[in-house]
């Protein structure tokens, strides 16, 4: 009997460590912290959702820290996964999954904000620029002594062209890249072209009072008289103080101010008369009518520049400037002349006789008219 208790006390023994052993196991498997898969996959799920939406451009610190977060939540699972399985613990997955999960969330209202801004400020500077070039086109673009500005104004045209595609695309950091680079090259032209001309414009006045002088004569003596606008391009035909007919004119290329000296290319600012009508072959330009320049105020004016060593001295004033033919090639190409189309140019010669006023002015209108009208 004895015996038998003994061999069933051995029996207790050994079994008792297995079962303590097995309850041991089985709390540490109760207790045992679980991977946080749900916390991960909602943590990609957001950065998904974050990344369709663009938040890497434009929440790019909020989108760069949620990627952190998540690049550091998979780097301590791959370091638990490493451990004996009873012995992981998930607590710095599960904080840096969430805090992923965050960030991305913020990323994306705030990627919404920020792309609707842009949007908006993209979409603002095209419509600025936008005017600035049509009003450079309009007014500037014909303007001499702009070469380097001008080659800069249609670098930032080309910026300007790919500025608008990136928008039309949706890629609106590219779009901001190009127009703010294509403004600073426009508005430096602008800039400059307005500079030119607001110069220019201050002999306005001196042009209104020639322009009335001599509409104001035509109609005293009803007769004819010219008046070229070098601005508008434009040649008027006045009778009796009215106006009755006007023709496009092509100028001298180099026609802002006044004609200076022989080779100069500009078309000359004054009051003039027709001294001579040419036709039959004995104009190159099919017909013309030969204008007195250099009148007394030309000589007087190229007498004064040589004095102060504006001109060189070995220039000369040049004279043979006149309203011809061969015109309508709507651009500036002449030495320094008027040039009308042939048909225009039958016209004007029919009416006008030797000694008809000739009138070429910058403008017959202020600047702050014209660009008003733009």
Not at 305 to 320: A, C, E, F, H, V
Request: glycine letters at 6%; a positive charge; charged letters at 25%.
């Amino acid at each position: 009997m004895k015996r038998r208790l003994k061999k069933k006390y051995r029996r207790i023994l050994i079994i008792s460590p297995i079962i303590f052993l097995a309850i041991v196991f089985a709390i540490l498997l109760l207790t045992k912290d679980k991977p946080p898969v749900d916390e991960i996959n909602n943590a990609r799920t957001r950065l998904s959702a974050a990344k369709a939406v663009n938040a890497q451009k434009y929440s790019k610190n909020l989108y760069k820290n949620a990627s952190m977060a998540y690049d550091s939540a998979m780097h301590y699972w791959n370091v638990e996964n490493n451990k004996f399985f009873l012995f992981r613990k998930y607590d710095k997955v599960r904080s840096f999954a969430l805090q992923s999960e965050r960030l991305a969330s913020s990323s994306i209202g705030q990627a919404d904000t920020n792309s609707k801004n842009l949007k908006r400020e993209v979409q603002q500077k095209i419509e600025k620029i936008q005017r600035k070039i049509d009003t450079f086109q309009a007014n500037f673009d014909n303007i001499p002594q702009m070469d380097d500005y001008r080659k800069q104004y249609n670098k930032g045209k080309i910026l300007f062209g790919e500025a608008k595609l990136a928008y039309e695309k949706s890629d609106l950091i590219k779009a901001q890249q190009k127009i703010d680079l294509a403004s600073v090259l426009v508005e430096k032209a602008y800039s400059r072209a307005s500079s030119i001309l607001q110069n220019y414009f201050d002999n306005f006045p001196k042009w209104q009072r020639w322009v009335n002088n001599s509409i104001e004569q035509s109609r005293i003596h009803g007769s004819y008289c010219i008046i070229v606008d070098k601005f508008a391009r434009e040649c008027k035909l006045y009778y009796n103080g009215a106006l009755k007919d006007s023709y496009e004119a092509d100028l001298g290329k180099n026609w802002l101010g006044s004609k200076c000296h022989q080779g100069d290319y500009m078309t000359p600012e004054g009051i003039y008369k027709v001294v001579e009508k040419k036709a039959n072959g004995r104009s190159r330009y099919y017909k013309a009518l030969l204008i007195n320049y250099p009148n007394e105020e030309d000589k007087a004016r190229f007498s004064q520049n040589i004095r102060n060593g504006s001109i060189p001295s070995r220039k000369r004033i040049g004279d043979l400037v006149e309203i011809h033919g061969n015109g309508g090639q709507g651009a500036d190409w002449t030495s320094g002349c008027v040039a009308l189309s042939n048909s225009d140019m039958d016209k004007l010669y029919s009416r006008c006789v030797v000694g008809t006023t000739v009138t070429i002015v910058g403008s017959c209108r202020p600047l702050s008219e014209i660009m008003k009208l733009q």
